[in-house]
């Protein structure tokens, strides 16, 4: 068990030493592509997985790795002395500079094992595109159109790189373009140029020397007659002066006499015009007084009719105001008695207690009233009863409506008898009987 236990720890650290050693971490400008047992991943900055790996050694079964290692930043392939021929077959030679970038590190990883394979093909690809475009056309083009010719290079090469997964930065640059071995060419056409140009320049210096030699005798020529024409015009202008003066004096003496005659017009227009003038002010003045006494006369009556419309008003307010007094003075007891009336009508206890209390306020009155005319009544109770208070008791039916009854049937039944007939003739009763008066008794 110890010897078990001993065995898995070393293996532990020895997975942490190796763990330790073997973990990588891509750097900014280059990017990994690892290839496993079953699958390639790239690994650097801006990658899906990262830029953070196990480098497990590939002689490490099932977990073993290869790296292949990649430029991420541009970097440059320049093509220096590479000899080319022209449409005519004339030899040279050029420097050609071109930049690229890897866009896909995949695609690159399956072409070349390194940067300097990568640099290698890409340079057998730009020499092809290179000696394709400058064959096309002539030497004399060439040495002038050189930027043309760097944007027709960048394009032929454009999807060639795609199939190594690069692209170019920029356009590629005709940097120089010179002779070849036993060739003066380029020499030659250099010193054609230069020829024409110094041509040029001696012709443009003897055009500008003829023209200034031109212009010196023209402006003497131009002085001169100048010269002369000034001294015409300046006995011109003096025969005209003298002219101009006599005409000015006798143009003067009139025009005196008739400014002094515009003049004279003018006082008089202008005495004209301030008499209409001071007629049309005094008019308007008199106007404006006459329209000031319209216009406070209208305001003086408006302001008294307002006056008494106002005082109208005033009046009326008050009355309505104290009619609504008085008539909410009338009304108060009367809405008092409906509310009263609407909460007695909602409230049946209170209904009760109110007929209750009317009740012996009524028995008492009642009670009060039978009792002076028991006094004042010349009555004597006979009571046949057992107790005194149950003839008392008859004797109040007297007063109730079943005890008049039976005293009106009683009256009757006794006027009915001789006895009775003299008996209620003594108190002024007449009974009538076939509408002829009772006979007296006999005593």
């Known amino acids: 068990m110890l010897f078990i236990g001993g065995a898995v720890l070393a293996l532990v650290i020895l997975t942490i030493v190796f763990s330790v050693a ?8 280059r990017v990994h592509i690892v290839q496993g047992s079953k699958k390639t991943i790239s690994y650097g900055t801006g990658q899906p997985a990262g830029n953070v790996y196990w480098k497990i050694p590939s002689w490490v079964p099932f977990f073993g790795v290869t790296v292949r290692v990649l430029p991420v930043s541009n970097f440059d ?11 005519d077959r004339v030899p040279f030679k050029v420097d050609i500079t071109s930049f690229f970038r890897i866009a896909d590190t995949g695609v690159a990883a399956q072409r070349v094992a390194n940067l300097d394979d990568l640099r290698e093909q890409l340079k057998q690809i730009v020499q092809g595109a290179v000696r394709k475009i400058l064959a096309s056309d002539v030497i004399d083009s060439i040495m002038v159109e050189r930027a043309k010719f760097g944007h027709l290079f960048t394009e032929e090469v454009g999807e060639q790189l795609k199939q190594w997964g690069v692209e170019s930065v920029k356009s590629m640059e005709l940097m120089d373009i010179r002779d070849g071995e036993g060739s003066k060419v380029v020499t030659n056409i250099m010193a054609k140029k230069i020829s024409h140009i110094a041509m040029q320049s001696r012709i443009e210096v003897a055009q500008n020397d ?31 002066k003298d002219r101009e003066v006599g005409i000015a004096q006798q143009q003067a003496d009139q025009k005196v006499l008739g400014e002094k005659k515009t003049t004279k017009t003018a006082e008089m227009e202008v005495r004209q015009v301030e008499e209409v003038r001071t007629a049309e002010i005094e008019k308007q003045r008199q106007i404006v007084a006459a329209e000031q006494t319209k216009q406070t006369t209208i305001l003086q009556a408006e302001g008294q009719l307002e006056a008494k419309k106002r005082e ?34 909602q409230n049946a206890g209170y209904q009760n207690y109110l007929a209750m209390v009317k009740a012996i306020e009524a028995y008492l009155t ?75 008794p006999e005593a």
């Open 22 to 29: 073997w973990r990588t971490v891509v750097s900014t400008d």
């Open 366 to 440: 009642v009670g009060s009233k039978q009792a002076d005319a028991l006094q004042k009544a010349d009555v004597k109770v006979i009571a046949n009863t057992g107790r005194p208070i149950d003839g008392v008791k008859n004797v109040m039916d007297l007063f109730t409506s079943k005890g008049g009854t039976n005293v009106a049937a009683m009256v009757e039944a006794f006027a009915q008898t001789p006895l009775g007939q003299a008996t209620l003739k003594k108190f002024g009763v007449v009974a009538a009987a076939d509408d002829a008066p009772a006979e007296e």
């Open 312 to 345: 109208a008003e005033g009046k009326k307010v008050v009355g309505e105001a104290e009619g609504a007094a008085e008539q909410a003075k009338l009304m108060a007891p009367v809405n008092s008695q409906i509310s009263l009336a609407k909460e007695i009508g």
């Open 210 to 240: 003829q023209s200034a030699e031109v212009a010196e005798i023209t402006a003497k020529q131009t002085v001169k007659i100048r010269q002369q024409e000034a001294d015409q015009a300046v006995g011109q202008r003096t025969a005209e």
């Open 77 to 87: 392939l320049t093509l220096k002395d590479y000899e080319a021929y022209d449409k």
